[in-house]
């Protein structure tokens, strides 16, 4: 049974930082796709970063340079530097796992979610 449980989120000013954390398991995910996503209120859930099973990483134009994604195999754990961050990235925050190396281009894609935790920026 694949879990996905993400931790880290909470309430700063804007200019801060967080690290969020997405523990896997059920499976190895070092091989595989796996991402973050947000959904802010009354907003659709969109793509934040993604690295793919090569190691390879994106970003969402709204964060680049302010955010990095990155993965600990040896802990089966994907995490989410979030700097400078802005109200406007205020949102629900996910991680999904896509079982395959290279990334869906829809959301609909990934195989499995967690259950999302709260990142709140205040001005």
């Known amino acids: 049974q694949v879990q996905l449980v993400e931790s880290g989120g909470g309430s700063v000013q804007a200019g801060g930082s967080l690290r969020l954390s997405c523990k896997a398991s059920?499976?190895?995910?070092?091989?595989?796709?796996m991402g973050w996503f947000r959904q802010a209120p009354g907003k659709e859930r969109e793509v934040v970063a993604k690295?793919?099973?090569?190691?390879?990483?994106s970003y969402a134009d709204s964060v680049k340079g302010r955010f990095t994604i990155s993965k600990d195999a040896s802990e089966n754990t994907l995490y989410l530097q979030m700097n400078t961050l802005k109200p406007e990235d205020t949102a629900m925050y996910y991680c999904?796992?896509?079982?395959?190396?290279?990334?869906?281009?829809?959301?609909?894609?990934?195989?499995?979610w967690g259950q999302g935790t709260q990142v709140t920026v205040s001005s």
């Open positions: 999904a796992a896509y079982l395959g190396r290279l990334c869906p281009s829809s959301l609909s894609g990934y195989n499995y």
């Open positions: 690295i793919n099973g090569y190691g390879s990483t």
């Open positions: 059920g499976y190895t995910y070092s091989t595989y796709c």
